[in-house]
Each structure stands twice: as structure tokens, then as C-alpha cells.
């Protein structure tokens, strides 16, 4: 016997490196009218490195150990911010003290005790830290970091602010590409969906051509968004990697996962995985659905 098209198709689709995870999927890749994009860890490689460090005024804290109470406290995180933060203490051969009481917010950051103080890292807007500390000195940092088009993160002590950090990833080298490639598949304009801020999700969005940047989202805003683009009549697929996207990737009518990172809740929630990390392979396999739905239909 022949193997059905969208058997088959799904059979393609893993040699382009793309587990689709069922017969059904297949044929949803092809009648997507809209993509979205997670940013870090999905059209970034979701590796960002250190770029800078402001301290604030008054000054409590050494770089050194602003540095070394952030990354103990990011320690046990998986967030790619945490393990840049982990990596930049480790390779200043800073000492890692150990944290305590760990606790993470999705979309909004970390806070442990270290060497008996409260350390909070994570998004300047969703900390609650106190209000005792110079808010102009803060404001110039993070605005200094917005415009380079780097992510933001404050790292607090005791609840005061000590520190604003600039944090930078690399765009995928296939990301424009396959940006375009899936603009010209799709009737509507590509989105791009961040917990991050507005500058850094702006820069990486021109990188990679997309215009319609829709930034500082918790992941169940991001979840909003692809329900008011289904309301509005398109078919989404959503592609991401973080814990974070999870519930998004289960409300798209196509989620589709980056694998080599990616968390495993959204490895399970969505309906197929990139296992190579290649942006590319999506359009190619939304290709494939339709070839195949022409055969079927
Ligand atoms: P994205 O949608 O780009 O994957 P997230 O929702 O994971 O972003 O995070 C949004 C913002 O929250 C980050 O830009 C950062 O400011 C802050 N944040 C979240 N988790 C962490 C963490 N572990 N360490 C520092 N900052 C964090
Ligand atoms: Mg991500």
C-alpha cells in the first residue's frame, strides 16, 4: 500500500529535522494563516551574554559583588538570563556563594538569600523592591541599556536597587530568512511576542524583519494575543521554547517547539519540535503540509 500524503509529509518532515506529532498536525502547519514568534532562545540563539553593568547611586556594592549575589541567586534558574548571569560570575573566577530560598516568577525574575541578604534579579518594572533608592540613577541605567537594544535586569538588595545589567543575545543566522520565507506563506505579517522590553524586543525584531513587536508580556498576555489574532479569523502558529510559552503554544491552533533547548514543558505542550533548531525547517515543512493537503483533498 502507499502511505497516505500527510503520513508520508510527517515522514518528510523528520528528515528536515521536524518531529511533527501527529497526522492532524501536519495538515493544521498548512492551513496556518499567521506566525509568531517567541524572541530569546527562539529567533535568538538563547545564549545572552554580559554586556554591561551600571552601578547605581548611591553606590552599595562592588561590580564583584553585585555580580557574585546575582549569579547565586540565578544559580538554580534554568532562564537563559540566569545561566548568562552564572557564566559571566564564573568566568570573572568570581567565589559562588550559596543561595537560599529560591524562589522564580515566570516573566518576571528570581530572589534567594546570599550571605544573608535578600536578592532580587529580574525585570526592572516587576521586582518589588522598595522605593528608598535614586530613581533618576536607575532611570539613566535603564534607559543607557534600552538604547544600546540590550535586556534589561536589576539586580536589588535588601529591596534597594544596586545594580542595572545589560544583557545581549545573537540573532539565529537563519532567523531573517525564515522570517521572510514564512511572510510570503502566510496571509498576515509576521508578530513578534516578548516577555522582554520594548527597546530589546524592538532591535531584535528589525534584525530579523519583523515590524509588529508586541513587548513586556507574561506569558498569559501572550496567550491573549494569539486569541485576539484567532478572533480576528487567522490560524496561528506560534513558535517558542520556554516554560514561559507554554500556555501560548497550547492556545495556538499550531505550537510548535525550538527543541535543543527548549523546556520540556513546552517540548510536550507543543504539537511538533524543531529537534535541529533550525528556523528554517518551519517553512519548509508548512510547505510540505500543503503538497500534501493538494493530494489528500
Ligand atoms: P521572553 O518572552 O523573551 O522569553 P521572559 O518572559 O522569560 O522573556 O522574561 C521577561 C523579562 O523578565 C526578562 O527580559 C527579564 O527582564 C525578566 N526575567 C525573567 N526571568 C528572569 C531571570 N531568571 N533572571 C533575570 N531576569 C528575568
Ligand atoms: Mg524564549
Known sequence: ATMPPLLAAVANAGRHGVLVKSAAVMERLGTASAVAFDKTGTLTEGFPRLASVHLLEPAQLARADV????????????????????????????????????????????????????????????LDVGDGHDAPSLQRAVAAVEAAGHTVVVVAVDGLPAAVLGLTDRLRADARTAVAELGTLMARQPLLLTGDAEGAA?????????????????????????????????????????????PALAAADVGVAMGRHGSDLALETADAVVVRDELRAIPTVVALSRRARRIVV
Not at 544559580?75 to 550559596?98: F, I, M, Q, Y
Not at 537560599?100 to 526592572?124: C, K, L, M
Open 67 to 126: 555580580l557574585a549575589l546575582a549569579a547565586a541567586a540565578e544559580r538554580p534558574s534554568e532562564h537563559p538570563l540566569a545561566r548568562a548571569l552564572v557564566a559571566a560570575a564564573d568566568d570573572e573566577g568570581l567565589d559562588a556563594p550559596a543561595a537560599s530560598g529560591f524562589t522564580s516568577r515566570p516573566g518576571r525574575g528570581v530572589s534567594a538569600t546570599v550571605r544573608g541578604h535578600r536578592v532580587d534579579v529580574g525585570s526592572p518594572g516587576r
Open 202 to 246: 524592538r532591535a531584535v525584531g528589525a534584525e530579523a524583519g519583523i515590524a509588529d513587536v508586541r513587548a513586556g508580556l507574561l506569558p498569559a498576555d501572550k496567550v491573549g494575543h494569539v486569541r485576539a489574532e484567532q478572533a480576528a479569523g487567522a490560524r496561528v502558529l506560534l513558535v517558542g521554547d520556554g516554560v514561559n510559552d507554554a
